[in-house]
């Protein structure tokens, strides 16, 4: 089984930028794809970025150029650095694995079986 724990969320003004964390146990993560998915209250969970057990990664349109994703796997961790916030960024970030995820659903939450408990991000005008 695999646990993962979400870190670096906080309070930033618009413009700043945040680093996530996304630290698991159990067992490695050099075999599974690794994403980012978010959720406001009253709105559904959306993707957000995703990289691959080789590197490959994918992000939604809505952070694409503000967002980068990386991975160590030596250190069983996965990071979202986050530049250029905005307002419209707030909301609980969320890690999730997946095993023998296809191009096709790299982005469906439902394909993703771990998740961590979620990191809040606020972002203030």
């Known amino acids: 089984q695999v646990q993962l724990v979400e870190s670096g969320g906080g309070l930033v003004q618009a413009g700043g930028s945040l680093r996530l964390s996304c630290a698991a146990s159990?067992?490695?993560?050099?075999?599974?794809?690794m994403g980012w998915f978010r959720q406001t209250p009253g709105k559904e969970r959306e993707f957000v970025s995703v990289?691959?057990?080789?590197?490959?990664?994918y992000y939604a349109d809505s952070v694409k150029g503000r967002v980068s994703i990386s991975r160590d796997n030596a250190k069983n961790t996965v990071d979202l650095q986050m530049n250029s916030l905005k307002p419209e960024d707030t909301a609980v970030y969320y890690c999730?694995?997946?095993?023998?995820?296809?191009?096709?659903?790299?982005?469906?939450?439902?394909?993703?079986?771990?998740w961590g408990q979620g990191t809040q991000v606020t972002v203030s005008s």
């Open positions: 999730a694995a997946a095993d023998g995820l296809s191009t096709a659903y790299r982005t469906n939450m439902r394909r993703y079986q771990y």
């Open positions: 159990g067992r490695t993560l050099s075999s599974k794809a």
């Open positions: 990289i691959t057990w080789y590197g490959d990664t």
